[in-house]
Structure formats: C-alpha cells, structure tokens
Nanobody, 124 residues
Framework: QVHLVESGGGLVQTGGSLTLSCVASGSVSSINLMGWYRQRSGKQRELVAVVPNSGAADYAGSVKGRFIVSRDNAKNTVLLEMNSLEPDDTGVYFC??????????????????WGEGTLVNVSS
C-alpha cells in the first residue's frame, strides 16, 4: 500500500505561479513512476506530468514549457511547479504513484495509487 498526501493548491491570478507537493508513504520501494493528473470541470481526469524513477518526464502538450515536474526520491516527494497559470488550468490536481512488484515466483503485479486531490483555482 502507498499513501499519497498533496498540498499547495489554492487561488491564484492569471499569470501567477503555484507549486504542488505530494509525499508518499508506505511501500514506496515499489513505486516506479509518480506524477500529477487533473480533472477540470466537465472533463475527464487527464495526465498533466509524470516522471519515472529514471528517465525523462512526460508532459501534456497544454502545460509543456509552463509546468515542471520533479522528484526528490530521498523524501519520497514529487513536486509540480506551475508557472504562467491560465484560467483553463483550474481544476482538482491529483498525485499519482504507479507501483510494480514481483512475487517469489517472478510474477509481476502493478497498481496505481491516488491522492485525494488539491484544488487549483486560477482567476481571470
């Protein structure tokens, strides 16, 4: 089991910045990818940015160049630095951790974990 706790959401004006933080606890050694998704009003949950244990981050096209995702593996934390925010960025942002492990018979298992979400509200 992995438990995720987000913080850092809030109200910001257009063009402003916010940084979201997510701390993981529990079976953190099974995590192989962490990142952020969001759900905007009337839309399905969508990927914002994810970063694997090793390798490059992946961003949604709408946030590329404005958002930066980073991980601090020593602190089991993933950050999302959001700059040049637009009203269309308003939504609930969810932290995600993708886990993978194998049993003693070398069978692989995977599971996604989610935080409860933090609201980002960008005023025009």
């Amino acid at each position: 089991q992995v438990h995720l706790v987000e913080s850092g959401g809030g109200l910001v004006q257009t063009g402003g910045s916010l940084t979201l933080s997510c701390v993981a606890s529990g079976s953190v050694s099974s995590i192989n990818l962490m990142g952020w998704y969001r759900q905007r009003s009337g839309k399905q949950r969508e990927l914002v940015a994810v970063v694997p244990n090793s390798g490059a981050a992946d961003y949604a096209g709408s946030v590329k160049g404005r958002f930066i995702v980073s991980r601090d593996n020593a602190k089991n934390t993933v950050l999302l630095e959001m700059n040049s925010l637009e009203p269309d960025d308003t939504g609930v942002y969810f932290c995600n951790a993708e886990t993978f492990w194998t049993d003693r018979d070398a069978r692989g298992y995977g599971k996604d974990y989610w935080g409860e979400g933090t609201l980002v509200n960008v005023s025009s």
